[in-house]
């Protein structure tokens, strides 16, 4: 390869010029025509092959044509090939020094622009960061999808360090969002569930004041008061599950839940004890004689109706009562004239109202305007209800034409809904989805006011009672399950007072202490539904248990929460601790510290843990800061030595030693310190080039002055002024004598041939100085020395006046060979 590169590169310059005496052989132009042609193809060659960017940066400099210099400084990538190329074409090779300088500033322009996409990547990770530790929730995900947009744009450019902390971040700020969204959901479930038992207290409370209005003569639907109360009951049993309900609420759902149980206890067994109800009301209507044993009878109907204080007595009770031995009413207290007109006008504006409604055909309306009057006429006294007793059976008839139109409007309606729900009965469904579908069925019905067919109603209560039939198996099933689950919570108060009679807490495994709590309550969740009585005694004791484990538990979180605040307290007073090596060092240590505390509380932990990564955050910023410091002050010294670099190459291009004096000082000048890695390569490469060249030069130049010494010499005219000082010494210790011994000793030294005719004397020479040990020449500096000897014994000893120009002439190349090498 060595020898093939000598051959593609041949020198291009002239040769050197023969000595005056002697006529120089010119070639002739057709062969200088033939040696440049063959150049220009083996170089073409060359470039049509793969050629490695030496070869190219040489081809460049020292191609025959322009257009092999252009291509091979086109095909150039190597940025110390350019730069090297370039500092050789500038004023040189215009076309060659533009192509490489373009390439150089496209290089700078890429590394500018990856420099630039970098800083954006360090930028997006650091704004994900922040996302996930900010506070501010508005537009949070949004924000989080601008930051993923704008990632996609630079991902293929980032390293998997810098990928893996930007999803991190992200990942961090998608459990942000999480987080957020599930405290949403549970906000908005619960806000459902508080409007849920808000319109059950309010149905409750508006159904009991309707009984409380109810007609004596007529008996509200039992089978509408059973429907209601179940439904109710699962209604607030969803509306308070997962949730914490007010004492008081849950107080008046229980109040009047218990009120609305006993009015349909009551209604209940009216309807079981009808037929007996009316035998026994008959005999005092008839005025019969009742037996001992039949007001017995009446006295025990009426305790076991026990009907409930303050709801309207039914008709259908009152002989019952009297046969029992019972008054009537109560004895209404007296009350003042005054009182009574007061209650009288309030009776008018309920009648007026009624009316209205009545001819608005407002049925609902109307229905509770009518209750409301009969309330307020029982609270007259019989003088001031008289007058109005006529008007409100009117009124009560016109009510009752107007329930019959309207029941004749939805008995189609009714009628669909029977079939509805006989359809429902035949149909094989999941249990839960057919008792829901029911329970639909069924406030439909109610919402259309009930039916004063009993047939109709008859219908519909059968249908709704065969499609119940396969929910029954189901519900009794779930009924074992609320069995089993009950038998599990069992267990687990077992297994948790095992735990605790076991427990040492002086050596305790606290985090498995904290899964077995956050277990046991888990399971105990899990463990539903249960029966409500039959769960009280047993969730009393799971709840003592519980504070028994938590007590220890609680302490101890307490503790490590301390010793992470003492923890935080360091972190934060390293923030401004220096030297900053010694504080990163302390941080880290902390952070082992930090992961090696035991259970602390959740919420406390997050607090702690994000002013202690605050902390931590601020003294690695502090690196970071000094890193980009010493990165621009990198870069502006790299830039100021780049400078100096293209300048000393302008210096320098003159091959004069002051220039190249002058450009070593410059480089020497440069502080290194600052400088990257690839930029003080560089400046240590040029100094080496440089004084490589100051040391030719000044070879160069003592060359020639010891060859105008030699000539001055054989002429006779050297003065002992003008030879070194140290050649007197030199030429005292040499023991040369003939002028051709020691120019052929001078050939030997600088390893030039000599001639022919002196070729055995040379030999005999080399034999003798083998003989002496001295050897043969060398380019150490013994070898300059020993020159130096025949150059002072030649021009101080006299030997040079006996010497011919011949001789001189091939001492003087031999010293010209001593230059080159």
Aim: aromatic residues 4%; charged residues 30%; glycine residues 4%.
């Amino acid at each position: 390869m060595a020898a093939f590169i000598q051959k593609l590169f041949r020198s291009r310059k002239t040769p050197e010029a023969a000595p005056k005496q002697r006529k120089a052989v010119q070639p002739e132009p057709v062969e200088q025509e033939n040696t440049r042609a063959s150049q220009r193809e083996e170089q073409l060659k060359a470039l049509e092959g793969s050629p490695s960017q030496s070869i190219l940066a040489k081809l460049a400099m020292e191609g025959v044509t322009a257009d092999i210099r252009q291509t091979a400084a086109g095909r150039l990538t190597d940025e110390a090939s350019l730069q090297a190329v370039q500092k050789q074409a500038k004023g040189r090779d215009k076309g060659v020094y533009q192509t490489v300088k373009s390439a150089l500033q496209q290089r700078r322009e890429e590394q500018a622009r990856l420099d630039s996409i970098s800083q954006t990547i360090a930028t997006l990770t650091r704004h994900a960061r922040d996302q996930a530790k900010s506070d501010d929730t508005k537009l949070y995900e949004a924000r989080l999808d601008a930051l993923l947009k704008q990632w996609t744009e630079v991902e293929e450019h980032a390293t998997p360090e810098q990928a893996q902390a930007f999803l991190e971040a992200v990942h961090q700020c998608k459990e942000r969002i999480a987080t957020l969204q599930s405290a949403a959901e549970d906000e908005k479930r619960q806000r459902d569930q508080q409007l849920q038992r808000q319109e059950t207290l309010d149905l409750l409370t508006r159904t009991l004041d309707e009984l409380k209005a109810q007609p004596p003569e007529t008996l509200p639907s039992l089978a509408s008061l059973d429907a209601l109360q179940k439904t109710q009951e699962n209604r607030w049993l969803e509306a308070t599950r997962d949730t914490a309900v007010d004492k008081q609420e849950q107080k008046s759902y229980e109040t009047a839940m218990l009120a609305l149980r006993n009015y349909l206890g009551s209604i209940r067994r009216i309807t079981q004890d009808r037929d007996t109800i009316v035998e026994l009301g008959t005999l005092v209507e008839g005025e019969d004689d009742a037996t001992e044993e039949q007001r017995a009878q009446a006295k025990t109907l009426i305790a076991e109706i026990n009907w409930p204080e303050g709801y309207p007595i039914p008709t259908l009770l009152e002989p019952l009562r009297k046969l029992a031995g019972k008054p009537r009413s109560k004895p209404q207290p007296r009350v003042d004239q005054e009182q009574q007109r007061a209650l009288a006008r309030r009776l008018e504006n309920d009648l007026e109202k009624l009316e209205a409604a009545l001819e608005a055909k407002q049925l609902k309306e109307s229905k509770q305007l009518f209750k409301t009057a009969q309330q307020h006429l029982r609270d007259l006294d019989q003088r001031h209800a008289k007058p109005y007793q006529a008007r409100v059976q009117l009124l009560n008839g016109q009510l009752r034409e107007l329930s019959d139109w309207q029941g004749f409007a939805t008995q189609p309606k009714q009628i669909a809904l029977c079939e509805q729900m006989e359809y429902l009965a035949e149909q094989p469904m999941d249990p839960e989805a057919k008792a829901e579908r029911i329970k639909e069925l069924q406030n439909e019905w109610r919402d259309l006011g009930g039916s004063s067919d009993r047939n109709l109603w008859s219908r519909f209560k059968a249908a709704s009672d065969k499609a119940y039939e396969p929910c029954k198996a189901y519900f009794s099933a779930k009924s074992g399950l609320k069995q089993a689950n009950l038998e599990k919570r069992s267990a687990i108060c077992e297994q948790l007072e095992s735990f605790l009679n076991n427990a040492d807490w002086s050596s305790i495994d606290w985090k498995a202490a904290e899964r077995i709590h956050q277990t046991a309550r888990q399971e105990w969740k899990e463990a539903w539904p249960v029966e409500f009585r039959d769960n009280r005694a047993v969730q009393k004791r799971f709840d003592e248990l519980l504070k028994k484990l938590e007590a220890p538990l609680d302490e101890e979180r307490r503790k490590n929460e301390a010793l992470k605040q003492a923890i935080v307290e360091k972190a934060e007073a390293l923030v401004d601790h220096e030297p900053l090596q010694e504080a990163m060092n302390q941080a880290k240590a902390l952070q082992g510290d930090w992961q090696a505390i035991g259970i602390t509380r959740h919420r406390e932990d997050r607090k702690l843990w994000q002013t202690f990564r605050k902390a931590c955050d601020q003294i690695f910023a502090r690196r970071d800061a000094e890193r980009t410091e010493q990165q621009q002050a990198s870069r502006a010294a790299d830039e100021s030595a780049q400078a100096a670099l293209e300048q000393v190459a302008e210096a320098s291009s003159d091959s004069h030693e002051e220039s190249v004096t002058a450009a070593l000082a410059t480089l020497r000048g440069i502080d290194e310190s600052n400088l990257s890695k690839g930029v003080r390569e560089q400046v240590q490469q040029e100094k080496q080039r440089l004084n490589k060249a100051l040391s030719e030069l000044k070879l160069r130049a003592k060359m020639a002055s010891w060859q105008s010494l030699v000539m001055a010499a054989t002429t006779g005219e050297t003065a002992n002024d003008s030879v070194p000082q140290h050649w007197t010494a030199l030429a005292d210790a040499s023991d040369a004598s003939d002028p051709a011994e020691l120019v052929i000793r001078a050939e030997i030294l600088c390893g030039v041939p000599s001639p022919e005719t002196d070729q055995q004397r040379r030999m005999e020479i080399q034999v003798r100085r083998l003989a002496d040990g001295m050897g043969s020449a060398d380019n150490g500096n013994d070898q300059m020395q020993d020159v130096e000897k025949l150059l002072a014994s030649w021009c101080l000893a006299g030997i040079g006046k006996d010497a011919n120009t011949e001789l001189a002439e091939r001492l003087n190349k031999a010293l010209a060979n001593l230059n080159q090498a």
